[in-house]
């Protein structure tokens, strides 16, 4: 008697979704995403975007560090860089933002490809550092070129319009989010079924190997730099309609931290762990606030320290998820569905 799932070609195996269970989930997601805006509050939506954001942004890293195995401490000047490029093309240039959004992805990549060019042949500490400095020069760039960033003193983002219909409104602004979150999603996805994907996992893996098997390094470095940094340069442009309002203390090292401490607690080099971490991660301070609101009577000595010890919060959730779930909450989720697969039947821990 049949029992299990089979399958019988190529074309099968390598499915998204391979079960109408998995189908079915996914749907119910959908709706919920679609519906959700119709009942929430704005402080909900709003935080739902900055989540949205997060994953494509998050997405890109993962592809650089996660899959192919490349560190960079410069994201979030790639996210700057998308911001700033999208607010003065239509501020200053009047294009279009439907035009706007994918240029600053473009332009971010193109930065991606200078960074990858001299950073080639470094690897490990040597990679992290080169793209800290890079950092550095983007921040100070934007902070010191009045003329074109207006310094310190930040620039106001145009409201976004897509062919006549204006984007006024943070629902509106969730389906954009969303639906470019979807997107990134199923690039992302395809693109390890595909030959550019399974090199980047072979260079993460052993780039000596794939050297040897015909593997062309070069390439695939650069172009996973430039993937990367088009994610950010997209994120960062959602960031800025986002914010309304930008300035060189909205993409600060922190944010890099806070991107990496995604990868790393939802579940490095996996696209579903970017999801779970992104979630995580922006709702933490939200936690944390509302634990601050909690104990302020009782305790307000703990609410000064809780507020100075908050950025150190992040690095203590990288440590604790390191050392007791390197695989993030994504190895938690698997762990999970295979207790209930076959439960309650004990063979099948």
Not at 130 to 150: G, K, M, P, Q, R
Not at 169 to 187: E, H, N, R, V
């Amino acid at each position: 008697m049949p029992s299990g799932q089979f399958k019988t070609s190529y074309s099968e195996d390598i499915k998204i979704f391979q079960t109408l269970w998995a189908k079915s989930w996914l749907w119910a997601f959908l709706v919920f995403l679609l519906v959700m805006p119709l009942f929430a509050d704005k402080y909900t939506i709003y935080m739902s975007n900055l989540v949205g954001i997060a994953v494509i942004g998050v997405l890109g890293l993962n592809i650089l560090s996660g899959y192919t195995g490349q560190i960079s401490l410069g994201h979030s000047a790639f996210l700057a860089l998308g911001a700033y490029c999208l607010t003065l093309l239509t501020l200053k240039l009047n294009v279009p933002f439907w035009l706007a959004l994918p240029l600053s992805g473009c332009f971010s990549a193109f930065c991606g490809l200078l960074l990858a060019l001299p950073c080639l042949r470094l690897r490990g500490l040597y990679l992290a550092i080169a793209t800290f400095a890079f950092y550095f020069i983007v921040e100070y760039i934007i902070t010191h070129w009045d003329s074109l960033t207006n310094g310190t003193s930040g620039l106001t983002v145009p409201e976004p319009e897509i062919f006549g219909l204006a984007i006024d409104s943070d629902m509106k602004l969730y389906y954009l989010i969303m639906a470019l979150a979807a997107l990134s999603m199923i690039f992302a996805k395809n693109l390890f079924r595909s030959e550019a994907g399974r090199a980047f996992i072979a260079i993460r893996d052993n780039d000596i190997a794939a050297d040897v098997i015909g593997i062309n390094i070069t390439k695939y470095k650069i172009l996973a730099f430039m993937t990367c940094s088009f994610y950010a340069g997209i994120a960062g442009g959602l960031y800025a309609v986002t914010l309304s309002f930008i300035g060189p203390e909205h993409f600060t090292f922190l944010m890099t931290i806070e991107y990496l401490a995604m990868g790393l607690v939802g579940g490095i080099g996996t696209i579903a762990g970017t999801v779970f971490g992104a979630l995580f991660i922006t709702a933490l301070p939200e936690a944390i606030r509302f634990l601050r609101d909690w104990l302020g009577n009782d305790f307000p000595f703990l609410v000064s320290r809780m507020s100075d010890l908050q950025s150190s919060i992040y690095g203590l959730v990288i440590i604790v998820f390191l050392i007791f779930e390197p695989s993030g909450l994504f190895g938690i989720w698997l762990r999970l569905k295979k207790y209930w697969l076959a439960w309650p039947y004990s063979y099948n821990k």
